[in-house]
């Protein structure tokens, strides 16, 4: 695979889901072709069913029945997945299923106990997932995330279900956690304001075009991403035309 300048290159020209029953074939993405600079922080939003997991999921590697390529910089890239679910094994300690990222003998499970102290769940590290609430799971999904020190770390609305406080304490991580170790972030979300709060350029998806209808570069510093009122007119500057 040839080395490419840029973090990522996205070209898909169609991913085509088969019919079903009486339901017809349905092209969920065509005509993507996108160029993802390094270390930057992308975020993908639209409306449900637009295909926004659908294209994660081929940047991943997980879904390769499309028409197309994706290129990344270097051919050992690692890829790091934060799903939804924290998808946590219950028979696994909050601290072992961290570790789970890394093989054994990795120099980087040396990490764990700073990365734990860093996420807020030093205190809960021999803790069952079950004993823990979803938030704290979710802290744990992103300490796994991380400690990996992924080149491209891909995440689908990790923060979904949860309450407004524990979501905002939780995007609030995240920018701590890629502040300190920068990497390239592809983040899907259907939240406009946590799209604002969280991207350095946000790619809107369209359900009728079955592609990206909008590249807007978000024009906040890091010391703007706490200001409500910052966020807010950022949003609307945007999404001016809904």
């Known amino acids: 695979m040839a080395q490419v300048s840029t973090a990522l290159e996205i070209d898909v020209r169609s991913k085509v889901f088969p019919a079903v029953a009486k339901r017809g074939e349905n092209c969920v993405l065509q005509n993507i072709n996108l160029q993802i600079a390094p270390k930057s922080f992308v ?30 910089q270097s051919p050992d890239a690692r890829r790091g997945y ?13 601290e072992e299923n961290i570790l789970l990222a890394l093989p054994d003998g990795d120099p980087r499970r040396a990490n764990v106990s700073a990365m734990l102290d860093r996420v807020g769940l030093t205190e809960a ?33 990790p923060f979904v279900s949860l309450d407004d406080p524990t979501a905002q304490d939780l995007r609030k991580l995240l920018i701590d956690l890629y502040s300190r170790r920068p990497t390239t972030i592809l983040f899907v979300t259907h939240d406009r304001a946590e799209a604002v709060m969280l991207a350095t350029r946000i ?8 592609s990206i209808v909008q590249d807007e570069a978000v024009r906040l510093g890091p010391e703007d991403r ?4 910052k966020v807010q007119a950022e949003q609307a500057r945007i999404f001016s035309d809904q």
Not at 47 to 71: H, M, Q, W, Y
Not at 82 to 94: E, G, K
Not at 125 to 152: C, K, T, W
Request: hydrophobic residues 40%.
């Open 203 to 210: 790619l809107r998806m369209d359900c009728g075009s079955a």
């Open 43 to 72: 975020v993908l939003t639209g409306p449900s069913g637009c295909g926004k997991s659908t294209l994660l999921n081929i940047v991943a590697g997980l879904d390769e029945d499309f028409d197309g390529s994706i290129r990344f």
């Open 125 to 157: 590290a021999n803790a069952y997932p079950e004993r823990v609430s979803l938030g704290m799971q979710r802290r744990a999904s992103l300490a796994r995330g991380f400690i990996l020190e992924p080149d491209i770390l891909l995440m689908d609305e």
């Open 82 to 94: 934060i799903f939804q679910s924290p998808r946590l094994l219950p028979w696994r300690t909050i």
């Open 226 to 229: 706490s200001d409500r009122s």
